[in-house]
């Protein structure tokens, strides 16, 4: 079933009525450097137009953005002072805002998984999603080249389950490898860590660094993969030599 992008947002705007007023807003934004000086243009009407003004806010003229935020909201701005408000800022807005409804939403469940907290200190788990852009941002974000598109955006997450907390949340072209991202952030590996990630990520390096470290790893196996279990008895030669068969 394809999903209209108005029913992949309504979540995110079911979410933000309930737990984020205009007050939380303006304090992250002013946390992120979105809202510096007070104006008519403030947090709420970013998120507005980005969730339920305009579902097609990319490619959405600037000259009817503003006519929809007026209509909407009464606030009157001019496109290029709103061509001028979609900077870096606030997509650091942005991305903090969908993170927090995330943690919210995962310390709400939080209580499903506590048992599993006198085991691992951390229940880390990692996933990316992937997804294309117009070709003209292929000089900023190249594709993996599917679809015969040439432009793609990948977002790498990783979060603890039992916290509720982000680890590592990377935003990049689209043709980038999950297992080389998956490396970098092995980094931060503690004992008793819990690694739950799919064969995107599968590397033997990693999972023995992992292991070396006296964490624990979850991952489906490649096709191409042998285990083996270490035989406490082996056996041995006259001299003393293991035979290296029965390891």
């Not at 104006?39 to 806010?57: D, F, G, P, T």
């Not at 003209?136 to 599917?146: A, D, I, L, P, R």
Request: a positive charge; charged letters at 20%; aromatic letters at 10%.
């Amino acid at each position: 079933m394809n999903l209209s992008i108005l029913d992949e947002l309504q979540p995110i705007a079911e979410e933000l009525q309930r737990r984020m007023s205009p007050h939380v807003l303006e304090h992250l934004a002013k946390e992120k450097g979105f809202v510096q000086r007070k104006s008519k243009y403030q947090a709420k009407e970013l998120v507005a137009l980005c969730v339920w003004l305009s579902q097609q806010v990319a490619s959405t003229s600037l000259t009817q953005l503003c006519s929809y935020l007026e209509a909407s909201t009464g606030v009157l701005i001019i496109p290029e002072g709103l061509n001028q408000r979609f900077n870096a800022s606030a997509v650091q807005f942005l991305e903090q805002v969908l993170a927090n409804l995330l943690t919210q939403r995962i310390y709400s469940a939080k209580e499903i998984i506590h048992q599993y907290s006198t085991t691992f200190k951390h229940i880390r788990v990692l996933d990316s999603t992937t997804f294309q852009l117009p070709d003209t941002f292929s000089s900023h974000y190249q594709g993996s080249g599917g679809s015969s598109h040439t432009a793609g955006v990948k977002i790498q997450l990783e979060y603890d389950l039992l916290s509720g907390k982000f680890l590592h949340v990377y935003v990049g072209e689209g043709r980038e490898n999950d297992k080389a991202f998956g490396s970098t952030t092995l980094q931060t590996i503690r004992s008793k860590d819990l690694y739950i990630r799919d064969l995107g990520y599968f590397d033997l390096h990693d999972l023995q660094g992992i292991h070396d470290k006296g964490a624990y790893h979850i991952s489906r196996l490649k096709l191409n993969s042998r285990t083996y279990r270490k035989n406490e008895k082996p056996d041995y030669f006259q001299n003393g030599t293991v035979k290296k068969g029965t390891l």
